[in-house]
């Protein structure tokens, strides 16, 4: 079958690191994406990792090990729009869907 | 570029009526994505067109549920008839080429709430 773990709720300071963690099990394997969820909006696509390592774009940086099927997004200089759902999602080359987690909501304090 | 629009933003029915949402994808993108929320869960598949045709109907829950892409641009999606446990956000998404490969735009989502 296939599982996506990721925590629910996560808080943080402005101006801090957080690192939202994903576990996955899933047959096929084709790349996981992280998106971003503001209350009432579209997810919006952050990142795509196929290759185990890590890829930064700005403040915002993900991590792959396809050997422990876990992921990582490291967002840097928190500020207080990052408060927002951060969904971890599968792409399987089975199908042509994309498996979520349930999402880390993530709140940004002053 | 538009994005991925979705009508309308909510929606509010009683049990037994027909809702008929719509999803205008991003121009030129042959992939549409139906996917919906349900409260507290997490986002589930429901199905994948490529141009006109169903590609992948695995995640439609029950043959109350009717997808079209008529012409291969935008897309409906009609409950009929709506049970309570439909209640959820509706997201469409596209994209240019496969999940695996390719980032998927989605849209705001339809609220629908079944009475």
């Known amino acids: 079958g296939q599982n996506i773990d990721q925590p629910t709720e996560m808080t943080a300071t402005e101006g801090a690191i957080v690192q939202i963690n994903c576990t996955y099990q899933?047959?096929?394997?084709?790349?996981l994406f992280w998106y971003q969820q503001h209350a009432g909006e579209a997810p919006t696509f952050l990142s795509y990792n196929v290759l185990d390592g890590l890829e930064e774009k700005g403040r915002f940086s993900s991590f792959l090990s396809r050997s422990k099927g876990y992921s990582y997004l490291l967002l840097k200089e928190l500020q207080m729009k990052d408060s927002a759902s951060y969904l971890c999602a599968v792409g399987s080359y089975n199908t042509d869907k994309l498996i979520f987690g349930t999402g880390t909501r993530l709140q940004v304090f002053p | 570029e538009a994005g991925v629009t979705q009508f309308p933003s909510h929606s509010v029915i009683e049990k037994g009526q027909t809702v008929t949402l719509r999803c205008d994808p991003i121009s030129g993108h042959d992939n549409l994505y139906w996917y919906r929320r349900v409260m507290g869960k997490e986002i589930k598949f429901l199905l994948h067109?490529?141009?006109?045709?169903?590609?992948?109907e695995s995640g439609m829950p029950n043959n109350r549920f009717l997808a079209e892409r008529t012409g291969g641009t935008y897309s409906t999606l009609k409950v009929q008839p709506a049970e309570l446990e439909d209640s959820g956000v509706y997201f469409c998404?596209?994209?240019?080429?496969?999940?695996?490969?390719?980032?998927?735009?989605f849209g705001p989502g339809t609220r629908l709430t079944v009475l």
């Open positions: 067109f490529v141009k006109e045709s169903k590609q992948d």
């Open positions: 899933t047959s096929g394997f084709n790349g």
């Open positions: 998404a596209s994209s240019h080429g496969l999940a695996g490969a390719d980032e998927q735009f």
